[in-house]
C-alpha cells in the first residue's frame, strides 16, 4: 500500500491547483463544485424554491428558463437582464422588446436570492441562479439532467441596444443562424435550444401574421398545418386579444419532451422561427435533418440539450472581479 501514496499525494495536489484555477484564475472556468464549501445546499434551496412557486404557477419553468438564455445572449450570463432600470444610470434590459411584457418570473428570482442569501449571505451570484434554475426547471418538468457548471459574477451594468438584439421569432434561418454563431453557438445549439419551446406560453401577436397575412400576402402561412391553423384561428381571432396566451407544445404543454420536434415534422409549429428551422428552403440539409433526428429521439435530444445548455451557459462569463460582484439583490448594483 505504500507505493500508492505518492499516487494519492498526487491526486490530492491535482484537485488543489484545479480549485485554484476554479475560484481565482485570470481566465477563470466556471466549475461544477464552485459552491461546495461556500454554500454546499445552493442546488436544494433554489429547488425548493422552485417547487413552492409551481404550485401556484404552471408556467413558472418555462418562464425561469428562457430568464437563462435572455441573460446568456447579453453581454454574456452576468444577471444583467436582472438589474431595474435607474434613469441616467440603467436603461434596463426588461424594457427591450423580447422582454417587455413577456419576460417573467422576476419575483421567483428574488424569493430564490432571498433563501440564498439567508443560508450563505454574499455567495451565490444572481447569473448563477439563472443557469441553476434553468437545470432544476428541465428536470423538474421531465427533462434532462446535467451538471450545471459555476462561479459567475453580476454584472454593473446592463445593455439595451444588445438586448433589442435578441433573436426575434420573426428572424428567417440566416439571422438566427448570425445570431448564435455572434455568441460562439453553432447550428446544432440552434436547433436544440430552441426545443424548449416544448413548454410554455407565447402571445397571439406573434402568430397572427402566419394566420392571416403570411409576408404580406393576405394568405395564411403555407407551412402551417391546416388543422393547426383552424385550431389557432380560433384562439387568436383577427383583431383579437394580441397577449392571449397559446400553448407553445399543445400536445404536452408543461412536459419537457421531444414534443416540439415532433410538432414541426407535421407543420405544427408555433412561432414563424419555430417552422423556419425545419420549413424553410435553407433549412434544408441543414437544420431540418437536426429536426428530423429530434423527432425520432428523445434520448439524442436530451444529450444534446444538456450538452446546448452548458454551451449557452459558457458564453462570455464574467469571473473577473474587477469587473463583477456578488449582488445582494438581483435588481440593483450594491452600493446604489
Ligand atoms: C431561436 C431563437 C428564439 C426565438 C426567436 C424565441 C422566441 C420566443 C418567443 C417569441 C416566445 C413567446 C414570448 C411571449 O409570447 O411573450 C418564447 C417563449 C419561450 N422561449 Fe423562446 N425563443 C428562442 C429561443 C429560445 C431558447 C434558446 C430558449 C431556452 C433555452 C427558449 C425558451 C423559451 C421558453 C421556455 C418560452 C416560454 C416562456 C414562458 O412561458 O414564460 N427560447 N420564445
Ligand atoms: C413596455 O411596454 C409598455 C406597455 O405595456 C410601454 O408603455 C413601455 O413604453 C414599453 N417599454 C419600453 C422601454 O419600450
Ligand atoms: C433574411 O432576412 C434578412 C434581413 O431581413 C434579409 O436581408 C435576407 O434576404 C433574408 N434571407 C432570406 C433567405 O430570406
Ligand atoms: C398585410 O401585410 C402587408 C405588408 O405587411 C400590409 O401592407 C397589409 O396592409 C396587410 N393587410 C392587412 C389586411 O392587414
Ligand atoms: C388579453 O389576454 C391577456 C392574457 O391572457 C389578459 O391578461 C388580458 O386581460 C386580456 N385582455 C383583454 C382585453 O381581454
Keep these: ?33 464552485y459552491y461546495a464549501d461556500t454554500c454546499p445546499d445552493a442546488y436544494d434551496i433554489v429547488k425548493q424554491v422552485l417547487i413552492d412557486a409551481h404550485k401556484s404557477d404552471v408556467r413558472i419553468y418555462a418562464s425561469l428558463t428562457r430568464l437563462h438564455f435572455h441573460d446568456c445572449f447579453v453581454q454574456g450570463c452576468d444577471g444583467s437582464l436582472l438589474l431595474d432600470g435607474v434613469p ?15 419576460a417573467r418570473g422576476f419575483p421567483v428570482v428574488d424569493k430564490v436570492k432571498a433563501a440564498l442569501e439567508e443560508a450563505c449571505p ?8 439563472l443557469a441553476l434554475a434553468a ?45 448564435f454563431r455572434d455568441v460562439g453557438l453553432h447550428n446544432i445549439d440552434l436547433v436544440t435550444l430552441s426545443g424548449a419551446h416544448t413548454f410554455g406560453r407565447a402571445q397571439c401577436r406573434f402568430v397572427t401574421a402566419r394566420l392571416y397575412n403570411f409576408s404580406g400576402t393576405n394568405r395564411p402561412d ?20 394580441a397577449s392571449a396566451l397559446n400553448d407553445l407544445d399543445p400536445t404536452t404543454p408543461n412536459i419537457f419532451d421531444k414534443n416540439y420536434y415532433t410538432n414541426l415534422a407535421v407543420n405544427r409549429g408555433f412561432l414563424p ?16 435533418p437536426i429536426v428530423d433526428r429530434f423527432a425520432t429521439s428523445q434520448d439524442a435530444f436530451f444529450k444534446s440539450f444538456a450538452q446546448s445548455m452548458i454551451n449557452m451557459g459558457n458564453i462570455q462569463p464574467l469571473t473577473d472581479p474587477s469587473k463583477g460582484e456578488i449582488r445582494c439583490n438581483c435588481r440593483k448594483v450594491n452600493d446604489s
Design 222 to 241: 403555407p407551412t402551417l398545418n391546416s388543422g393547426y391553423r383552424a385550431f389557432l384561428t380560433q384562439r387568436c381571432p383577427q383583431n383579437g386579444n
Design 273 to 288: 422561427s419555430d417552422q423556419e428551422l425545419k420549413s424553410s428552403p435553407q433549412a434544408q440539409g441543414v437544420t431540418a
Design 122 to 129: 454574499g455567495v451565490v451570484s444572481c447569473a448563477d441562479i
Design 135 to 179: 437545470e432544476i426547471s428541465v428536470e423538474l418538468s421531465g427533462g434532462p439532467k446535467w451538471g450545471v457548471l459555476l462561479g459567475r459574477l453580476d454584472s454593473k451594468t446592463a445593455n439595451f441596444a444588445s438586448a433589442s438584439n435578441l433573436p426575434s421569432p420573426f428572424d428567417n434561418l440566416t439571422i438566427l443562424e448570425k445570431k
Design 1 to 33: 500500500m505504500a507505493s500508492s501514496t505518492p499516487h494519492a499525494a498526487a491526486g490530492v495536489l491535482v484537485l488543489l491547483v484545479a480549485a485554484a484555477v476554479c475560484l481565482h484564475g485570470a481566465t477563470a472556468q466556471l466549475c461544477e463544485d
Design 88 to 102: 441616467g444610470v440603467i436603461n434596463s434590459e426588461k424594457g427591450a422588446p423580447a422582454n417587455n411584457n413577456s
